[in-house]
């Protein structure tokens, strides 16, 4: 993937979660860092695997490089659920799951060789769903340790 | 007692308007500060909350329903930061109740128009980022739009949040399904998924993921992300009536 289309993709994922962030409610003044984290998670992304980076790391570092962000632009005590959920969404956790559910529903409704094409499938989307959802959690959660280790608080259970 | 009801009143409009969990125990504790009194033991669900500690000679126990969990960040920021000054001493206890009222009537922060227009906004660019080409943005746009245009008329008459998903979802997902099978498009996958996208619960999921990374609110995130996945199967069966009678 040249840079060009890497940028590209990182404004879609930005203008994307700005559009999100104002159906979650987002106030004004969130609209902003929205855009820019939505921006970072997806070029991050994208540029960690066009240098060799496999999918999942890639997701894990976008989802920290994320959390980094929101932090270091709304210096706020919590970074925001809504700047999280609008800027998460493009690294496309959630399009993993529609493939996984309509690729189960294809296997109800196959038989003979389409039911193993079917099956191969829901095995394959499950799993994807399965390793970006981690990835996502896994960095979202190496994020937060990060902020909290650098603004030296202590409470864990509060992040 | 009432410092624990008032400290609730605040916490409650941070959950019941999209706030994290971890929000809403900070700001029932920010309240409490407020008071000079220290919290007890507070317990969340999601559709209750138990607060335990001592009272006067003796251990009191205060369970609160928590309403319906609807989406005005506006509302739960306001909440939030009313409780960071009650730590602060900035507001006496007098003053709370109709600080909670103001806080209370504060507006969705954007109208129906601007939200119709995000909703399509946001199936165009998803529908983009998915591989879909620029036919395919066009029918996820309109199809978003205009499903995002009976979602508030359906929330006002009262319809749950999954029921209202698979009629939003059948809207949007039918009109997309539409424009594909008059072949506007051949990239069928990205139209139709982008269509139902701003029906996303993006705030259920992450509050769900930040609450079992923080491990403490561990049941309540698991029941927010079991609620979410809800939701999805909601959208999915949409997306997938919509895809039989594409293909």
């Given at each position: ?7 590209l ?13 104002v ?25 960690l ?44 956790a ?55 280790v650098?603004r ?8 | ?22 929000n ?25 909350v138990?607060?335990?500690g ?10 609160r ?51 119709m ?102 049941l ?28």
């Open positions: 993937m040249d840079l060009g289309t890497i940028l993709q990182g404004l879609l994922a930005g203008f994307f979660a700005g559009a999100l962030g159906i979650l409610t987002a106030p004004p003044r969130y609209l902003i860092p929205v855009f820019l984290c939505g921006f970072t998670g997806r070029f991050v992304r994208d540029a695997m066009s240098f060799g980076l496999s999918l999942n790391w890639s997701t894990m570092l976008a989802a920290a490089a994320i959390v980094l962000a929101a932090a270091a632009i709304i210096r706020r005590q919590t970074v925001s659920p809504v700047t999280l959920a609008s800027a998460i969404l493009p690294l496309a959630s399009s993993s799951m529609f493939d996984a559910i309509l690729a189960l529903m294809r296997v109800s409704a196959s038989t003979g060789e389409a039911l193993q094409s079917a099956s191969v499938s829901l095995i394959f989307n499950a799993s994807k769903l399965f390793m970006t959802s981690l990835a996502i959690a896994l960095g979202l959660a190496f994020g937060l340790v990060i902020v909290k650098i030296g608080e202590h409470d864990w259970g509060t992040m | 007692m009432e410092a624990i009801e008032r400290a609730l009143d605040i916490a409650l409009i941070v959950m019941e308007n999209g706030g994290s969990t971890a809403a125990e900070r700001t029932f504790r920010n309240v409490l500060r407020g008071y000079r009194q220290e919290g007890g033991t507070v317990g969340w669900r999601l559709d209750l138990t607060v335990s001592a009272g006067d000679d003796r251990t009191l126990t205060v369970v329903a928590i309403g319906p969990v609807g989406v005005n960040l506006v509302r739960a920021s306001a909440a939030v930061v009313l409780g960071e000054r009650m730590a602060r001493g900035e507001i006496p206890p007098a003053a709370l109740p109709s600080e909670i009222a103001r806080v209370r009537a504060l507006p969705l922060p954007y109208k129906r128009g601007p939200v227009v995000a909703s399509a906004l946001t199936a165009a660019f998803i529908c983009r980022l998915l591989g879909g080409d620029l036919p395919a943005v066009g029918i996820a746009f309109l199809a978003g739009g205009i499903g995002a245009f009976f979602r508030p008329v359906l929330r006002a008459a009262g319809v749950p949040a999954a029921p209202l998903a698979i009629v939003c979802g059948l809207i949007s997902a039918s009109l997309a399904g539409l424009g594909l099978r008059l072949g506007l498009s051949p990239t069928v996958g990205p139209a139709l998924v982008a269509s139902v996208f701003y029906m996303v619960p993006g705030i259920a999921l992450i509050n769900g993921f930040l609450d079992m990374v923080s491990y403490r609110h561990l309540i995130g698991l029941e927010r992300i079991a609620s979410a996945a809800l939701l999805f199967l909601a959208l999915a069966v949409a997306v997938a009536f919509a895809y039989s009678f594409v293909i």
